[in-house]
C-alpha cells in the first residue's frame, strides 16, 4: 500500500486520472494497482497495488503521472482484508466506495479498531478447569461475533482471549460494543456461578500513521485502551467520542490517561452502555 499527501488543488477527478494513467503503465514494471481509497477532509490517498517490490511501484508513479508516494509499506493480503474488507466495492475509476453510503460516495479509510479482553481469563481456567472455562470462552466468541455481524464489522484475528475487529463506521463499533456488554450481562444474570465480564477499547484513525504498520498507532491506541479498562467497561479514543457527535450515545469522558508506549496521556471517554439510547441510535 503506498500513502499520498495530496498537492494543494488536486481534484478527486485528478486522483481519478492519475489511477488511470497507472494502469497503463503498471505493465511495465510488472504491478497492479488494484485499487484505492480517497480521504478527502486529510488530503491524502492510499492505493492497493500488487508489486514485486516497493521500487516497482514507485518508478510505475514516477512515470505515469509524477505524483510519488509519501510512503509505501509492504503488507499480507490476509491482513489488508481483515482491516480494509474482503468484498469492496469501487467506482468505474477503481475509487473504493463507502459501504451502505451513497452510490458515490468514497470510502475515506478511515477504520475503527476494537478489542475485547476476558477479564481474567488465566483465573477461570485455574478455578474452573480446562472444558468448562473453553466453554465460558466459546460464549465469549458466540457474543462477539454474533455482534460484529449484526452492526458490520469484521473480525481480525482472535487473541486467545480476545477479539480483534475493525470497522468502516466509528459508530457502528460502539454499537457492537454496547451489544457485546449487555448480552454478557444477560448471560451472567442467567449464570451467576460462571460469571463472565469483558474489557473492551476502540480508536480510530487511518491505515498509515508511523513506523509503516498498517492502522499501528489505532491498533496500539485500542489495545492500551481495552487493557486500560475496567471490568464490564468500555473505552474509546476521543477521536471515536467526536466522530460519534450527534449519533445518540452517551460517553462519559474520564479524562487523560496514562498508556503504555505512548509519550503523552490520552483522552479517553466511557461508553454508558446500558443506556437505551445506544441501542436506538
Known amino acids: 500500500m503506498d500513502i499520498h499527501n495530496l498537492p494543494e488543488g488536486t481534484t478527486v477527478d485528478d486522483v481519478a486520472k492519475a489511477h488511470v494513467a497507472d494502469l497503463e503503465a503498471q505493465e ?21 497495488v500488487d508489486a514485486p517490490n516497493p521500487e516497482a511501484a514507485h518508478r510505475c508513479h514516477h512515470e505515469a ?19 480494509l474488507g474482503r468484498d469492496i466495492q469501487t467506482d468505474a475509476a477503481g475509487a473504493v466506495l463507502l459501504p451502505g453510503g451513497a452510490a458515490d460516495e468514497r470510502d475515506p479509510g478511515i477504520r475503527t479498531i476494537l478489542f475485547t479482553d476476558i477479564v481474567e481469563s488465566t483465573t477461570l481456567t485455574q478455578t474452573l478447569g480446562d472444558e468448562a472455562a473453553l466453554a465460558l470462552f466459546d460464549v465469549h466468541n458466540t457474543v462477539v461475533r454474533n455482534a460484529l455481524t449484526d452492526q458490520g464489522g469484521r473480525e481480525v484475528k482472535h487473541t486467545g482471549d480476545g477479539i480483534m475487529a475493525s470497522f468502516v463506521s466509528a459508530a457502528a463499533a460502539v454499537k457492537c460494543a454496547a451489544q457485546i456488554q449487555r448480552d454478557l450481562a444477560k448471560h451472567a444474570d442467567n449464570q451467576r456461578d460462571r460469571p463472565l465480564k469483558v474489557r473492551i477499547g476502540a480508536a480510530a484513525g487511518e491505515p498509515v500513521e508511523h513506523h509503516h ?5 489505532t491498533v496500539q491506541l485500542a489495545a492500551r485502551l481495552c487493557s486500560h479498562a475496567s471490568p464490564e467497561q468500555i473505552l474509546v479514543s ?18 487523560e490517561v496514562a498508556l503504555k508506549g505512548f509519550d503523552r496521556p490520552v483522552r479517553a471517554h466511557a461508553v454508558a452502555w446500558a443506556d437505551k439510547a445506544i441501542a436506538a441510535a
Open 65 to 83: 503521472h509524477g505524483l510519488v508516494a509519501e510512503k509505501i509499506i509492504e503488507l499480507q493480503p490476509e491482513l489488508a482484508d481483515g482491516f
Open 28 to 48: 511495465k514494471y510488472g504491478v497492479q494497482y488494484l485499487k484505492y481509497w480517497v480521504n478527502e477532509s486529510c488530503g491524502k490517498v492510499f492505493c492497493l
Open 213 to 217: 504498520d498498517l492502522f499501528g498507532c
Open 238 to 255: 476521543n477521536v471515536i467520542a467526536e466522530l460519534c457527535l450527534g449519533k445518540g450515545f452517551a460517553f462519559q469522558d474520564v479524562g
